[in-house]
């Protein structure tokens, strides 16, 4: 866990409203990553910066007990060009709390860091958490994935 003040980071991608109430989130994510990949999103989205995939949380009507929503894309240089069915977003400059998660994505490990997460005192800011699915996380046996938490 360390603390990092990051510049603003350019999104488009795909959302969902969720909460986690009553394991709505626990449907609609995973539904969201299949469409993902099913419908080939990442190759759709233009001027992207890399193929790395970002989760956004965001939108928070109150905090992680309220609605909020999850956007998942790659980053981009602009957003100029929005394709139809997408969104942009822009990840406000601030400083975010990271923690790396490693091991078996198919186990739960970074649902388990979130779970975590729900617990600390972290003074969230709520307004834009996200995880980085890099290259080390292509082997989901053996993947790392960070996750960033938006603090005041």
Not at 20 to 30: Q, R, S, V, W
Not at 67 to 89: D, F, R, W
Request: charged letters at 25%; aromatic letters at 10%.
């Amino acid at each position: 866990m360390e603390e990092l003040k990051m510049e603003e980071i350019l999104v488009i991608g795909i959302a969902v409203e969720t909460s986690n109430e009553k394991g709505k989130a626990a449907l609609d994510i995973p539904k969201l990553w299949e469409r993902f990949f099913s419908e080939n999103i990442g190759q759709q989205i233009p001027n992207k910066v890399s193929e790395e995939i970002i989760a956004i949380y965001t939108h928070y009507e109150s905090d992680f007990t309220g609605a909020y929503t999850t956007i998942l894309g790659c980053k981009v240089h602009n957003l100029s060009q929005i394709p139809e069915g997408m969104v942009g977003h822009k990840i406000e400059k601030q400083t975010f709390t990271k923690f790396e998660v490693k091991g078996d994505l198919t186990q739960g490990i970074v649902y388990q860091q979130w779970v975590n997460i729900w617990e600390m005192d972290l003074n969230r800011a709520y307004t834009s958490d996200f995880e980085i699915y890099r290259q080390t996380a292509q082997n989901a046996a053996e993947a790392q994935v960070d996750i960033f938490i938006a603090i005041k």
